[in-house]
């Protein structure tokens, strides 16, 4: 079946400092990988996503690049803020599926 | 754009008795959506999929007469939980795809439940 393994956390990072968020999948075929975050007594978002290998999804400065060969869709980051606290979460949408499977998230704390 | 809502945001209730979770999409129509459970520290577990105007799929090994859901409208659906048990505390969330955009879905800020 399909499954998403992420790191675990709490990850705690000083402000300005590199991050990444590690993020491997298995699934069958060629699944869309999507990161979403979840802000404080927010629902989830929809942060970057990609559909294909080698794509690379980027938002807010955030990046991730789709590894078909790693089978991995690693979260990046190249200089955080405090306002990037927050939960993250890892999902894979199987091809011609509507249904999301996600990673069990990383909680990210920014301190100044 | 593309906001979706939950009411209530939380909800204290007494074991065996039943409780309502509305999920709505605010400014969009959503043929879909979606239920999940996010137990603390662990993913989001998908629970079943709503379809305006069909009964519910729901995922294997959730009980489809304790979690009745109903989708009634293209931004109304409704989860209730019935006779609800101490187990059944959990966070609930939501999730809608715009129909224009299957690609994407927008998650609720879900429903805290406790039961006691």
């Known amino acids: 079946g399909n499954s998403v393994t992420q790191m675990e956390g709490p990850v705690t990072l000083s402000e300005e400092a590199f991050l990444t968020i590690n993020c491997t999948y298995t699934?069958?075929?060629?699944?869309?990988l999507f990161w979403y975050v979840q802000y404080p007594g927010e629902g989830l978002q929809l942060l970057l996503k990609a559909t294909k290998a080698d794509d690379k999804g980027s938002n807010k400065g955030f990046e991730a690049t789709y590894r078909k060969e790693t089978t991995s869709f690693h979260l990046e980051k190249g200089s955080v803020q405090v306002s990037d606290s927050a939960v993250y979460f890892c999902a894979l949408r199987p091809f011609g599926n509507e249904k999301l499977t996600f990673g069990t998230g990383t909680r990210l704390t920014i301190i100044p | 754009g593309a906001v979706v809502s939950q009411h209530p945001s939380r909800v204290i209730c007494k074991s065996g008795t039943s409780v309502k979770i509305e999920c709505r999409s605010l400014d969009f129509q959503a043929t879909t959506m979606f239920w999940y459970r996010q137990f603390p520290k662990q993913s989001l577990m998908l629970m079943a999929t709503?379809?305006?105007?069909?009964?519910?799929?729901?995922e294997q090994g959730v009980e489809k007469d304790k979690f009745l859901i109903n989708h009634a409208s293209l931004t109304l659906s409704t989860l209730t939980v019935t006779s609800a048990h101490p187990e059944d505390s959990s966070f609930y969330i939501c999730?809608?795809?715009?129909?224009?955009?299957?690609?994407?879905?927008?998650f609720g800020p879900g429903t805290r439940l406790l039961v006691l």
């Open positions: 699934a069958t075929g060629y699944p869309s």
């Open positions: 709503s379809n305006e105007g069909s009964k519910a799929t729901y």
């Open positions: 999730s809608a795809n715009r129909d224009r955009d299957q690609e994407t879905q927008y």
